[in-house]
C-alpha cells in the first residue's frame, strides 16, 4: 500500500514484508497473547483482520499502479478457518481475481510456515466508487 498500514494493522502489529514479482504485498504479523484466543492458539478476529489488510493492500497496490485512487467499500468478506494457528508469526498475501470499473473481487491467503499450507483464506468483494461518484452518494 503506498499510503502504509491503517491505524487498526499498526496497532495489531502487522508490517509489511515485501511486494512480491507479481506486485502483491506480503504482510506479517507476530504472535502475541494479546492476540490469543484460546491457550496457545490465534484468536479468529486477528486472523481475520490480517487477512483483510492483506486483500486491501493487494487492491490499493494495484489501484495505485494504475493511477486509480477510489473509495473502497466491503460489499462482503468470507473467511474460511482451515486450521489452527500457532503461536508463531503468521503471514497473508491478496490475490486480485477481477478487478472492474466499479467492483473488484480477491482472494487471500494466511500461513505460517508453508504458503502452501493455508491456516485461513477470505473472498472479499469490494465496491470501489471514483471520488465524483461519492459526493453524489
Given at each position: 500500500m503506498s499510503a502504509g498500514l491503517t491505524p487498526y494493522a499498526e496497532a495489531l502489529g502487522m508490517r509489511i514484508v515485501e511486494g512480491g514479482e507479481d506486485g502483491a504485498t506480503l504482510l506479517a504479523l507476530d504472535f502475541g497473547h494479546e492476540l490469543e484466543g484460546r491457550p496457545g492458539a490465534w484468536h479468529g478476529g486477528a486472523i481475520a483482520g490480517l487477512l483483510e489488510t492483506?486483500?486491501?493492500?493487494?487492491?490499493?497496490?494495484?489501484?495505485?499502479?494504475?493511477?486509480?485512487d477510489p473509495l473502497l467499500k466491503p460489499i462482503n468478506i468470507t473467511v474460511q478457518?482451515?486450521?489452527t494457528g500457532r503461536p508463531r508469526?503468521?503471514?497473508?498475501?491478496?490475490?486480485?481475481?477481477r478487478l472492474g470499473r466499479r467492483n473488484a473481487n480477491l482472494e487471500v491467503e494466511a500461513w505460517q510456515d508453508d504458503p502452501a499450507k493455508p491456516?485461513?483464506?477470505?473472498v472479499m468483494n469490494i465496491l470501489m466508487v471514483e471520488e465524483e461518484a461519492s459526493k453524489v452518494l
Amino acid at each position: 500500500m503506498s499510503a502504509g498500514l491503517t491505524p487498526y494493522a499498526e496497532a495489531l502489529g502487522m508490517r509489511i514484508v515485501e511486494g512480491g514479482e507479481d506486485g502483491a504485498t506480503l504482510l506479517a504479523l507476530d504472535f502475541g497473547h494479546e492476540l490469543e484466543g484460546r491457550p496457545g492458539a490465534w484468536h479468529g478476529g486477528a486472523i481475520a483482520g490480517l487477512l483483510e489488510t492483506a486483500g486491501y493492500a493487494a487492491l490499493r497496490s494495484e489501484l495505485v499502479r494504475q493511477g486509480r485512487d477510489p473509495l473502497l467499500k466491503p460489499i462482503n468478506i468470507t473467511v474460511q478457518y482451515l486450521s489452527t494457528g500457532r503461536p508463531r508469526e503468521s503471514f497473508a498475501r491478496g490475490r486480485i481475481v477481477r478487478l472492474g470499473r466499479r467492483n473488484a473481487n480477491l482472494e487471500v491467503e494466511a500461513w505460517q510456515d508453508d504458503p502452501a499450507k493455508p491456516i485461513a483464506s477470505a473472498v472479499m468483494n469490494i465496491l470501489m466508487v471514483e471520488e465524483e461518484a461519492s459526493k453524489v452518494l
